[in-house]
């Protein structure tokens, strides 16, 4: 039966199919499954393991589609552990889409005037401009591993895989002026406020701006800057048009801030599932809670849901 570690061992070492078929007419109804990366598909340690590969390329030969729909830059499809599959990915929130090629498809830019603003009047916040090809900042290298570095130990553990960015999510350059960043097209801003007190007076420049840009984290100190009207939900709902695919034939699955409007968006089709250890926002937001990610929640589920093709 779909699930059990046997079966999963088997397929996990088997050759997989690498050929996108298209579908038939008797084909089941989810076509395109999406999946946020951290806390949702990725192991505890934020990285991709033999189940959780054996579940995508499971879906991959059942001739569906699988895409990333992460908070994280990317500036191609392959990376994170997915090298060599072929697979499209929606990132930065929803503001960088690639192809199963690992072409750019689409990409939403930050209004620049707005960039500008934001940058000048918050000089004491480390601010990430993301852009189509690299991640743009004014903090400097060492500074940037040290915030890893002095956390908890075993936080710094557990947060290892998401600090390979350098092979894994483009070059970051570093040590950036304000004219350095201003020069690239932005898509979207990333920073982490420890302070409340900042944390208060830029979500006080945010709100005064909603008709510019959304703030969408994946936690209470990071902010994940946006075009307004540009999330996960819309960026997957995109791809499957981009694709033919229905709406209802798209599966979705998150469990922080940045995933509450892609799975409000498809939890209106009964196919919004988050892993027990979701944000109270995104329970709230799924159709269905399917068991903790620790144990692999995520891709069991996609695997039971190709079975019943």
């Known amino acids: 039966m779909c699930g059990e570690m046997g079966e999963l061992c088997t397929v996990c070492g088997c050759a997989a199919t690498m050929g996108r078929e298209k579908f038939s007419e008797v084909d089941v109804l989810i076509k395109l499954f999406a999946c ?51 697979i499209e990915a929606v990132c930065g929130n929803g503001s ?12 939403v830019s930050l209004d620049h005037a707005f960039v500008e603003e934001l940058l000048r009047a918050f000089p004491q916040v480390y601010f990430d401009c993301i852009g189509t090809d690299h991640v743009y900042t004014n903090q400097s290298a060492d500074a940037r591993e040290g915030s890893f570095r002095h956390r908890h130990p075993f936080r710094a553990i557990l947060t290892r895989g998401m600090r390979r960015t350098k092979d894994n ?41 909603a008709d510019t840009a959304v703030n969408a984290p994946f936690s209470s100190v990071m902010y994940e800057i946006t075009g307004v009207g540009v999330n996960k939900g819309e960026a997957v709902a995109w791809l499957a048009d981009y694709l033919g695919i229905g709406q209802d034939q798209v599966a979705v699955y998150g469990d922080g801030g940045n995933d ?9 089709y009964g196919h919004a599932y988050a892993p027990r250890e979701a944000c109270d926002d995104a329970l709230a937001a799924a159709s269905e809670v399917i068991g903790s990610y620790v144990w692999h929640a995520v891709p069991r589920h996609m695997r039971r849901t190709v079975a019943g093709r």
Request: glycine share 8%; hydrophobic share 45%; net charge negative.
């Open 169 to 209: 999510a483009g070059e970051w350059v570093c040590d950036q002026s304000l004219a350095d960043m201003l020069a690239h097209d932005v898509v979207k801003v990333n920073a982490r406020v420890d302070d409340p007190g900042i944390r208060a007076e830029l979500d006080a420049f945010l709100a005064e701006r």
């Open 260 to 268: 509450v409007a892609m799975l409000a968006r498809y939890a209106h």
């Open 36 to 86: 946020d990366l951290d806390g949702t598909l990725f192991n505890a340690l934020h990285t991709t393991d033999p189940i959780i590969l054996g579940a995508v390329r499971a879906v991959l030969d059942s001739g569906a589609h699988f895409t990333i729909a992460t908070g994280r830059f990317m500036h191609t499809n392959a990376q994170f552990g997915f090298e060599g599959l072929p």
């Open 96 to 107: 960088l889409v690639y192809s199963h090629e690992g072409e750019l498809i689409r990409h």
